[in-house]
C-alpha cells in the first residue's frame, strides 16, 4: 500500500508538471500562432480609434505594435464592445486586453493587469449655460442636473459614485454622451482626461466647458486572464524596456503633444 500511494503521487506530480507545461500562457501562444490577438474597442480616442481608412490607431494601439514586433509577431486587433471585453477573453477570442482599461478592485477579481503605461482621472465637460454655477464635482451633485456617461466605463462607475443625487444616463460611446452636452439635452459629460482634452478642441464642441481638473485617480494597463503571470511578467518587462530606450517618451508625444494625427481621424 505504502509503495502504491508512493507512486501515484509520483505520477500526479508529474502530470501536474506536464499539464503545466503544455498549458501555455497568452504570450507563449501568440509567439506559436505567430499572432498576438488583442481585443479592444477603438472609441477612446487618442488610445484606440479608427481613422479615416478604418484602421484602428492610437497610442496603446502603437504600444501593441511595438509589443508585437518585440514578441516577432503579428499584431491582430478584434474589436469588440467595451462590455465584451471580459467575456471575449474568457471565451479565447483574443489572448489579452487591450483597450484603455482602468485598474479596479472589482476587475481584479476576474483578471490579472499588467503594470500600468499610463495613469488618467476623470474629468468634466459642461455645457456653457453652466458657466459660474458649476466649478466643481461636487457642484454636480444635484437632482437638477443630467449627467452623460458612456456605458461600461469608470467613468459611468465614478458618476455614480460621486453623483448620487443628479440623474446619469449612459451610451454606447463617449461620442454619444458628448453629443447630448452639445444639444442641451445632459448638462455634463463624464469621461477619462484625455478623451476631453481633444474632444473638446474639435470645433464641434468648441462651446463646452471643462473642469479640467481630474477627480479620480486611475492607472491603464493590459488585461490578462487570471494566473497567467509568465505573461504577465514579459509585458512588464516589455513596458520598462520601451520606458528605457525611448519608445514610449516617442509614442507619447506623438499622440498628446502633437495634433497631426487629428486630421487622419474622423
Known sequence: MIKKYGSALLIGAVALIYGGLVQAGAIDDAVRRGVLKVGTTPTYVPFEMTD????????????????????????????VPYTELLSGLMAKKFDLIGSGMTVTQERNLKLNFSDSFIVVGQTVLLHPRLAGKVESIEDLDDASYRIAATEGTTGEAAARRFLGNARLSSFATPEEGVQR??????????????????????????????????????????????????????????????????????????????????????
Open 181 to 266: 452636452v452639445v444639444i442641451g439635452a445632459a448638462d455634463a459629460f463624464i469621461h477619462d482626461a484625455p478623451y476631453n482634452l481633444i474632444a473638446i478642441a474639435k470645433p464641434e464642441n468648441s462651446s463646452l466647458l471643462s473642469l479640467e481638473q481630474p477627480f479620480t485617480y486611475e492607472p491603464l494597463a493590459f488585461g490578462l486572464k487570471k494566473g497567467d503571470y509568465d505573461s504577465l511578467n514579459w509585458i512588464n518587462h516589455f513596458l520598462n524596456q520601451v520606458a528605457q530606450d525611448g519608445t514610449y517618451d516617442r509614442l507619447y508625444d506623438k499622440w498628446f503633444k502633437d495634433t497631426a494625427w487629428m486630421a487622419e481621424v474622423d
Open 52 to 79: 479615416k481608412q478604418g484602421r484602428i490607431v492610437g497610442f496603446e494601439i502603437d504600444l501593441l505594435h511595438a509589443m508585437s514586433r518585440a514578441l516577432g509577431v503579428e499584431l491582430e486587433l478584434v474589436a
